[in-house]
């Protein structure tokens, strides 16, 4: 048997492959907690599902009107390689010039490889940027309302997300751990752009070691360890900022904020005091108060608060805050509370968001740009917000705002999509499917037949990282792995690199796209200028003829202990943050002037347009969809190992014993789960450590409507999501605001 190194975004696993078939998957010694996800590599590469040769669509290769209708219920009939680059590059070329490069849509989400060559996005923005440009995405599904509302309060999302305190400065400084949303250990498995080494919730278990105490507010007690012993706090869903706001409270009533910190490093806090106080609405935002939105005891909220002051407390919200309705809110409400506190930027003190998000936050690696493929520049200048694609899709010429400017939605003829998922990652798919019947042609490069590719109309076979050689390095990981090419490319895949330099080729602009090199010659290249910034660093790195041989490289350490805004909180002239005043903006002038209701300029209380106390009667139960523990997102989910962990083969409903019973249901039985928007079949777990009005179905199921009765046969709880943005600010997702009603499914 022979074995071969394959970096992936849920880890690094030695693979082994014998009679060109993949037989093994081993963690490498590097990774002291491997992730088992890696099993999805035994049959999910090479299974029946895969394409094996170009597909067009048959009723948009029979009829004038290129059959529309049928797009994602139609069959698809092969042909040959040339044929298929022809009739691609053509409908490329007629678009653009009929209707402008802005008809084109750019898709494409950037999970689909680890490896920084054959990375699809860059490598399909690389070839659309160079015939015109399109119209792109921005920000990401994860953290939308993160990135647009942090740079206006503390600074901008990726220099954060990178220069955040390490948990090495929490273990032996912290006292208290407050997490809201959790720390949930599924999500630390993976990371964008590979993670050699599983550490996070190594070192929270040495900070609990060391005598951190942890707080878990969410409403699913296993959203953390429960190695790490913590107090669980359940609010209602959607509720954190209000029960934020009732610890705020006491802390402004009880002398227990400090005022000083407040006067030097942030501005707008007499705001926010009045907001508090209710001076500015009439409505004090007591604990009683907060305790009647949230369903947290006002006693355990005065407790908490009290318990905050009088320790060196570290604050962290998850992302799957800012995934709601006013997702904008919890994150600026939790840089307020850590600013009363006043421990930001000392160690073990502060704030910080995504915690267990991914596998890199909160680590201590040197951060280094490793050199990616060009992309060039998109002429057009046109992007929406990523979780708006819907909207664009139904509404050409309408008008979006975002951010303070306003967006005009072009008309999509054409949509070409490499890497991601869309019928996974986006909300309410019923009204997808009628968006993404609009435009002409849809083309697709994928692997297997998955539902983007189902809903396609010219279709590649793309290969799989295994199938090709590749560099794996990231930004927040300190290892670069040489990605061996295992098996021969499958059927008749071809890498996307390739799809578009055969594109490129019939569109006349193949040498721009390649430059005439091979894919080794780009990776020796990128490899090259990645040595060449590194000597303007002060280090060096292996040849890539070195580099290649070894199969793995570390960058050199760093001192462990990073502590953001250490430097900020010792001079905040000297060190100013990157927003208007140079300091935290708990009230912003600039948000404040884009007059939106939905996102005011302080932190703010927002009832959800979605909630338990308004709409129970028809839907009470509040459905949260986290990333799933056996898959990353959708990738592999026609796999054993994610096919194992379901029921029946529906993805699986998590409820409490009490909302079981009260719908006669038990462990294993078949559920409709159901809302106005939609509704999915799911089997049923059962677990008393969570809300009884919560029910929590994980995302990445193969999106599989019945033609008939468009119930979604697999499992998807996006069919259910309301596809609404987190405010005319960010535009996010919104998932996890969501009312369903649960009954039991009779397939007879």
């Known amino acids: 048997m022979k074995r071969f190194r394959n970096a992936t975004q849920w880890g690094v696993y030695d693979v082994g492959v014998e009679a060109g078939r993949i037989k093994t998957v081993d963690g490498i010694p590097e990774d002291p907690e491997v992730s088992d996800v890696g099993q999805v590599l035994i049959d999910g590469v090479q299974h029946r599902t895969r394409i094996k040769r170009p597909a067009i669509r048959k009723g948009w290769l029979e009829q004038k009107d290129r059959g529309r209708q049928l797009r994602g219920q139609d069959e698809f009939c092969d042909v040959p390689w040339d044929e298929a680059?022809?009739?691609?590059?053509?409908?490329?070329?007629?678009?653009?010039?009929?209707?402008?490069?802005?008809?084109?849509?750019?898709?494409?989400?950037?999970?689909?490889?680890?490896?920084?060559?054959?990375?699809?996005?860059?490598?399909?923005?690389?070839?659309?940027?160079?015939?015109?440009?399109?119209?792109?995405?921005?920000?990401?599904?994860?953290?939308?309302?993160?990135?647009?509302?942090?740079?206006?309060?503390?600074?901008?999302?990726?220099?954060?997300?990178?220069?955040?305190?390490?948990?090495e400065n929490v273990i032996g400084n912290t006292q208290l751990f407050v997490a809201f949303g959790g720390l949930p250990r599924r999500n630390a498995q993976v990371a964008y752009g590979g993670i050699t080494e599983h550490r996070t919730h190594l070192d929270l278990q040495r900070a609990r070691e060391s005598g951190v105490?942890?707080?878990?507010?969410?409403?699913?007690?296993?959203?953390?360890?429960?190695?790490?012993?913590?107090?669980?706090l359940a609010p209602k869903p959607s509720t954190d900022v209000a029960l934020m706001l009732g610890l705020a409270f006491v802390l402004e009533t009880e002398g227990l904020a400090d005022k000083d910190f407040l006067g030097s490093h942030s501005v707008g806090y007499d705001r926010v005091r009045d907001y508090l106080l209710g001076i500015s609405d009439g409505e004090p935002k007591t604990p009683s108060w907060a305790s009647a939105k949230c369903d947290v005891e006002a006693e355990a909220i005065v407790a908490l608060a009290r318990d905050m002051a009088a320790k060196r407390t570290f604050l962290t919200a998850a992302w799957s805050l800012q995934r709601g309705d006013h997702g904008?809110?919890?994150?600026?409400?939790?840089?307020?509370?850590?600013?009363?506190?006043?421990?930001?930027?000392?160690?073990?003190?502060?704030?910080?968001?995504?915690?267990?998000?991914?596998?890199?936050?909160?680590?201590?690696y040197k951060r280094f740009n490793w050199a990616t493929l060009p992309k060039g520049r998109n002429p057009t200048g046109v992007a929406i917000p990523v979780a708006r694609v819907t909207d664009m899709l139904l509404n050409p010429g309408a008008d979006v705002q975002y951010d303070g400017r306003s967006i005009t939605y072009p008309d999509i003829k054409l949509i070409y999509w490499a890497g991601g998922n869309p019928f996974h990652h986006h909300q309410d798919l019923n009204r997808l499917v009628d968006?993404?019947?609009?435009?002409?042609?849809?083309?697709?490069?994928?692997?297997?037949?998955t539902p983007v590719a189902q809903w396609g109309d010219i279709v590649f076979?793309?290969?799989?990282?295994?199938?090709?050689?590749?560099?794996?390095?990231?930004?927040?990981?300190?290892?670069?792995?040489?990605?061996?090419?295992?098996?021969?490319?499958?059927?008749?895949?071809?890498?996307?690199?390739?799809?578009?330099?055969?594109?490129?080729?019939?569109?006349?602009?193949?040498?721009?796209?390649?430059?005439?090199?091979?894919?080794?010659?780009?990776?020796?290249?990128?490899?090259?200028?990645?040595?060449?910034?590194?000597?303007?660093?002060?280090?060096?790195?292996?040849?890539f003829a070195e580099w290649e041989k070894a199969g793995i490289y570390r960058l050199p350490d760093e001192p462990r202990t990073r502590d953001w805004m250490t430097g900020?909180?010792?001079?905040?002239?000297?060190?100013?943050?990157?927003?208007?005043?140079?300091?935290?903006?708990?009230?912003?002038e600039t948000i404040a002037g884009f007059g939106y209701s939905d996102c005011p300029g302080q932190?703010?209380?927002?009832?959800?347009?979605?909630?338990?106390?308004?709409?129970?009667?028809?839907?009470?139960?509040?459905?949260?969809?986290?990333?799933?523990?056996?898959?990353?997102?959708?990738?592999?989910?026609?796999?054993?190992?994610?096919?194992?962990?379901?029921?029946?083969?529906?993805?699986?409903?998590?409820?409490?014993?009490?909302?079981?019973?009260?719908?006669?249901?038990?462990?294993?039985?078949?559920?409709?789960?159901?809302?106005?928007?939609?509704?999915?079949?799911?089997?049923?777990?059962?677990?008393?450590?969570?809300?009884?009005?919560?029910?929590?179905?994980?995302?990445?199921?193969?999106?599989?409507?019945?033609?008939?009765?468009?119930?979604?046969?697999?499992?998807?709880?996006?069919?259910?999501?309301?596809?609404?943005?987190?405010?005319?600010?960010?535009?996010?997702?919104?998932?996890?605001?969501?009312?369903?009603?649960?009954?039991?499914?009779?397939?007879?």
């Open 85 to 167: 680059l022809e009739l691609a590059s053509n409908e490329l070329k007629r678009v653009a010039q009929e209707h402008g490069n802005t008809s084109i849509f750019g898709g494409s989400y950037g999970w689909a490889s680890a490896g920084r060559f054959h990375h699809a996005q860059s490598q399909l923005h690389r070839f659309i940027n160079l015939m015109g440009g399109c119209t792109r995405a921005m920000n990401s599904y994860s953290t939308a309302a993160a990135q647009v509302i942090l740079p206006h309060v503390i600074a901008p999302w990726h220099e954060m997300e990178l220069q955040q305190t390490t948990l």
């Open 328 to 364: 904008e809110q919890p994150y600026w409400m939790l840089a307020t509370l850590a600013a009363m506190l006043g421990q930001i930027g000392l160690p073990g003190g502060g704030f910080g968001f995504g915690y267990s998000a991914e596998g890199f936050v909160g680590s201590d």
């Open 435 to 449: 968006g993404w019947r609009r435009p002409d042609t849809v083309i697709v490069n994928e692997p297997w037949w």
């Open 568 to 588: 900020f909180r010792l001079d905040p002239t000297a060190a100013p943050l990157a927003t208007p005043s140079g300091k935290l903006e708990l009230f912003s």
């Open 603 to 748: 932190a703010t209380w927002i009832q959800p347009q979605e909630w338990q106390e308004v709409d129970d009667a028809l839907y009470p139960l509040h459905l949260l969809s986290p990333q799933p523990g056996r898959r990353l997102h959708s990738q592999y989910d026609q796999s054993r190992y994610s096919q194992a962990g379901k029921v029946a083969g529906k993805e699986v409903l998590t409820m409490h014993p009490e909302a079981a019973k009260q719908r006669g249901l038990k462990a294993g039985d078949l559920v409709r789960v159901f809302n106005e928007r939609g509704a999915c079949l799911a089997g049923v777990s059962i677990n008393a450590n969570m809300r009884s009005d919560t029910v929590v179905l994980p995302v990445g199921s193969w999106f599989k409507p019945c033609a008939k009765t468009g119930l979604e046969l697999n499992g998807n709880p996006n069919v259910l999501t309301r596809d609404k943005g987190t405010s005319q600010l960010a535009q996010g997702s919104t998932a996890h605001t969501c009312l369903v009603q649960v009954e039991r499914y009779d397939e007879s």
């Open 461 to 543: 076979p793309a290969t799989t990282s295994l199938e090709r050689i590749d560099i794996c390095a990231s930004s927040h990981d300190p290892y670069a792995h040489f990605m061996e090419q295992a098996i021969p490319p499958q059927h008749e895949a071809r890498s996307d690199h390739q799809i578009f330099s055969g594109l490129a080729a019939k569109l006349g602009f193949e040498a721009a796209f390649t430059e005439n090199k091979s894919e080794r010659q780009w990776i020796e290249d990128m490899w090259q200028r990645s040595a060449d910034l590194a000597s303007t660093q002060g280090f060096s790195i292996p040849t």
């Open 213 to 232: 105490e942890f707080v878990n507010i969410s409403p699913v007690a296993g959203d953390v360890d429960a190695a790490l012993n913590a107090q669980w």
